[in-house]
């Protein structure tokens, strides 16, 4: 491993500490059922305002250059992803389930966004690779299925995290893919920022009409300076530095950096079932990330630089 690589995950590690208070401090936002507090939909594009507002300061401090227009696509995909995606579909569902049962469908995340990178940097997963992504979706949900009760139905709860998942695996791998020719920090930033027209009204639309407790402000200013901005400094710098296949399995660490987390800022407990599915599905990507994959890319030819149309 080269500096390069060390460094990379390193910068992922730090992205994945500040990622992992996110959905206890959401949680916090949120409320409960009993006792609701911010609705999701404010929260998720709410923190996007303030982190929009925050990335345009940036990028005039440090005099970034426009996207090119090759760029445009990607950034549109990355802020589908990381800035609509993954904020609204779990804020919505943190109001109905557990930080501490949701970190445990955070475990999909990793093998998810090496897939996501594979597949974009035209990389071939051997057989295992996807027996053990398999594996532990198929943990994810069995793990839902017995904490949803009524059956073999999943809550509506734990699909909307499953969603969010998804979302922020592509996120994450496009955004890694800008990071190679862009500055780490304006990828969220211009993601944040084409954004605004559409999450400033809604946020606006959906605010809190009534006075709320410090802690639902205190919470929503965590995910929105940091979840929503400051750690993707780090996350897609060291994605960028370190492959996106490599470095996403720092995110292993998650789901037990939020479980520990969500004990002492909202009371919660960890039974011995969650503890085993968080470990079980933790060792399928610890699995996955061993198994081969094959590069299919061939080399580029190396070109005179050209002046790109912006």
């Not at 009993?34 to 925050?54: H, K, N």
């Not at 049962?101 to 997963?125: C, E």
């Not at 059956?151 to 800008?178: K, Q």
């Not at 933790?282 to 580029?300: E, H, L, N, Q, Y």
Request: with cysteine; aromatic share 10%.
């Amino acid at each position: 491993m080269n500096a390069a690589e060390r460094k990379g995950l390193w910068l992922g590690f730090i992205g994945v500490a500040i990622f992992a208070l996110t959905l206890p401090m959401t949680r916090m936002a949120v409320g409960t059922p009993d006792a609701p507090l911010m609705s999701g939909v404010f929260v998720a594009l709410g923190r996007a305002v303030v982190a929009a507002v925050l990335s345009a300061l940036f990028l005039v401090a440090t005099r970034a250059p426009l996207p090119r227009r090759r760029d445009w696509k990607p950034l549109a995909i990355t802020s589908a992803g990381v800035v609509f995606g993954f904020p609204l579909f779990t804020s919505v569902a943190m109001r109905h389930v557990e930080a501490v049962h949701a970190s445990v469908i955070v475990g999909v995340l990793p093998l998810a966004t090496a897939l996501v990178g594979a597949l974009l940097h035209r990389q071939r997963p051997s057989a295992g690779f996807w027996l053990c992504a398999a594996l532990g979706s198929a943990l994810v949900v069995a793990f839902a299925l017995l904490h949803a009760g009524g059956g073999l139905r999943l809550h509506l709860a734990d699909v909307l995290l499953l969603a969010a998942m998804a979302c922020a695996a592509v996120g994450y791998g496009y955004g890694a893919r800008l990071s190679e020719r862009m500055r780490a920090e304006h990828v969220i930033c211009w993601a944040l920022v084409i954004a605004l027209p559409l999450t400033l009204p809604f946020a606006i639309l959906t605010r809190p009409a009534a006075a709320l407790p410090a802690s639902a402000w205190g919470a929503f200013a965590y995910v929105a300076v940091f979840s929503m901005w400051i750690g993707f400094f780090a996350w897609y710098r060291g994605l960028a530095l370190g492959g996106t296949v490599r470095v996403s399995q720092v995110q292993l660490v998650q789901p037990f950096l939020s479980m520990l987390c969500a004990v002492p800022l909202l009371g919660e407990r960890l039974d011995l079932l969650t503890v085993g599915f968080g470990l079980a599905v933790i060792a399928t990507v610890f699995a996955g990330k061993r198994m081969p994959v094959r590069s299919t890319a061939r080399p580029a030819p190396v070109l005179t630089p050209a002046v790109e149309p912006r």
